[in-house]
């Protein structure tokens, strides 16, 4: 791999990698886990360029034998006890998110100062493969994200929009980054782990159109030190949206999370709730669906998005139900869909 360079001179290079199109030939990366998202990661780096060493954490023997193929060098000592003393100096760590944060070569990318990048890190820098960059809609807040990532999908399909989930039960990230009929908006699922990782103050940290959290859930893998660490990384969701931070009524924490937020200018906070909505709200009048967020007579008008009917049609009854439908038509109408689209999108979802 060549030899190490020094920190600094690291840092320098990897400031310069913000697009595909970037010279990433040569750079060493270690690659920690090797799940679907794992091999997601060393694929795009094997495909740009990098010298990749991987970490096989709960990898499976055709897991590793893909890695290999594709061109990466899989270490084969016992996986859970791999540090970086296994491998050659690496300029950076790229991590999968179903890796616990104490593995060692975790702890000493952190004393030696290597950079740690999630795969959603890694995917918003090379996110120009095919072209001009799909919009990012982000969504944080515990599994029920899955339900929203697939809904706003939908409607962002009936809008005419080439649309699909990425990230939590969707496709991996970087996979629909190289889709070679590309996208034109990602439905972006990040978990709290991504999001540790993430330095919202980066040269080219992720920056959403639109972005959400459902919920402030609690940690219940212990993955994270307590839980003011776990409601630190979901609020790193907000961080540098640039149209709309959508947050949960009902989770004081959530609209905390987006007052705390750096956001770029003009990012509008929208609420949504089961109750009457405010002027800059999505919420429930009568029985209807409404948005007085985005339209110019808010203060005086709501738009009408669907019916309790149409979310009792397409077996969306539960209260949870209700409240995913309403995050995901906030992140619709901030991203430009209609509300024809809307309600057709949950009409028509994919269950």
Same mark, same amino acid.
């Given at each position: 791999?060549?030899?190490?360079?020094?920190?600094?001179?690291?840092?320098?290079?990897?400031?310069?990698?913000?697009?595909?199109?970037?010279?990433?030939?040569?750079?060493?990366?270690?690659?920690?886990?090797?799940?679907?998202?794992?091999?997601?990661?060393?694929?795009?780096?094997?495909?740009?360029?990098?010298?990749?060493?991987?970490?096989?954490?709960?990898?499976?023997?055709?897991?590793?034998?893909?890695?290999?193929?594709?061109?990466?060098?899989?270490?084969?000592?016992?996986?859970?006890?791999?540090?970086?003393?296994?491998?050659?100096?690496?300029?950076?760590?790229?991590?999968?998110?179903?890796?616990?944060?104490?593995?060692?070569?975790?702890?000493?990318?952190?004393?030696?100062?290597?950079?740690?990048?999630?795969?959603?890190?890694?995917?918003?820098?090379?996110?120009?493969?095919?072209?001009?960059?799909?919009?990012?809609?982000?969504?944080?807040?515990?599994?029920?994200?899955?339900?929203?990532?697939?809904?706003?999908?939908?409607?962002?399909?009936?809008?005419?929009?080439?649309?699909?989930?990425?990230?939590?039960?969707?496709?991996?990230?970087?996979?629909?980054?190289?889709?070679?009929?590309?996208?034109?908006?990602?439905?972006?699922?990040? #978990? #709290?782990?991504?999001?540790?990782?993430?330095?919202?103050?980066?040269?080219?940290?992720?920056?959403?159109?639109?972005?959400?959290?459902?919920?402030?859930?609690?940690?219940?893998?212990?993955?994270?030190?307590?839980?003011?660490?776990?409601?630190?990384?979901?609020?790193?969701?907000?961080?540098?949206?640039?149209?709309?931070?959508?947050?949960?009524?009902?989770?004081?924490?959530?609209?905390?999370?987006?007052?705390?937020?750096?956001?770029?200018?003009?990012?509008?906070?929208?609420? @949504?709730?089961?109750?009457?909505?405010?002027?800059?709200?999505?919420?429930?009048?009568?029985?209807?669906?409404?948005?007085?967020? @985005?339209?110019?007579?808010?203060?005086?008008?709501?738009?009408?998005?669907?019916?309790?009917?149409?979310?009792?049609?397409?077996?969306?009854?539960?209260?949870?139900? @209700?409240?995913?439908?309403?995050?995901?038509?906030?992140?619709?109408?901030?991203?430009?869909?209609?509300?024809?689209?809307?309600?057709?999108?949950?009409?028509?979802?994919?269950?």
């Amino acid at each position: 791999m060549g030899q190490p360079l020094s920190p600094e001179s690291a840092s320098q290079r990897l400031a310069t990698l913000t697009s595909w199109n970037a010279d990433w030939s040569g750079l060493r990366v270690v690659v920690v886990g090797l799940d679907d998202v794992g091999f997601s990661i060393v694929d795009t780096l094997v495909e740009l360029g990098a010298d990749v060493e991987v970490i096989p954490v709960a990898a499976t023997p055709q897991l590793r034998e893909l890695a290999t193929v594709v061109g990466a060098s899989v270490q084969l000592g016992v996986p859970e006890e791999t540090g970086l003393d296994a491998v050659h100096a690496p300029e950076l760590l790229v991590v999968s998110p179903r890796v616990r944060r104490d593995h060692p070569a975790l702890r000493a990318a952190g004393d030696r100062g290597v950079p740690i990048w999630s795969d959603a890190e890694l995917a918003w820098r090379v996110r120009d493969k095919t072209g001009t960059p799909a919009r990012w809609l982000t969504m944080s807040g515990g599994s029920a994200t899955t339900q929203v990532a697939y809904l706003l999908a939908s409607m962002l399909r009936e809008a005419g929009l080439r649309a699909v989930p990425a990230g939590g039960a969707g496709v991996p990230i970087l996979d629909a980054i190289r889709d070679p009929s590309g996208f034109d908006v990602l439905a972006v699922e990040l #978990s #709290s782990r991504q999001l540790h990782w993430a330095d919202p103050r980066a040269l080219e940290a992720i920056a959403p159109e639109a972005s959400l959290s459902l919920d402030a859930v609690a940690d219940s893998s212990g993955w994270h030190d307590d839980e003011t660490a776990h409601r630190a990384a979901l609020a790193k969701v907000y961080e540098n949206t640039r149209v709309a931070c959508v947050y949960n009524l009902g989770e004081l924490a959530t609209r905390d999370a987006v007052e705390d937020a750096e956001v770029q200018e003009g990012a509008r906070a929208i609420g @949504f709730g089961l109750g009457i909505p405010g002027p800059s709200d999505v919420g429930v009048v009568e029985g209807i669906l409404v948005d007085r967020a @985005f339209l110019d007579e808010r203060r005086s008008h709501a738009l009408e998005l669907a019916t309790t009917e149409d979310l009792a049609a397409s077996g969306l009854e539960t209260r949870d139900a @209700f409240r995913d439908v309403l995050a995901a038509a906030a992140l619709a109408r901030a991203a430009g869909v209609e509300p024809r689209a809307v309600r057709d999108g949950i009409l028509r979802r994919v269950r």
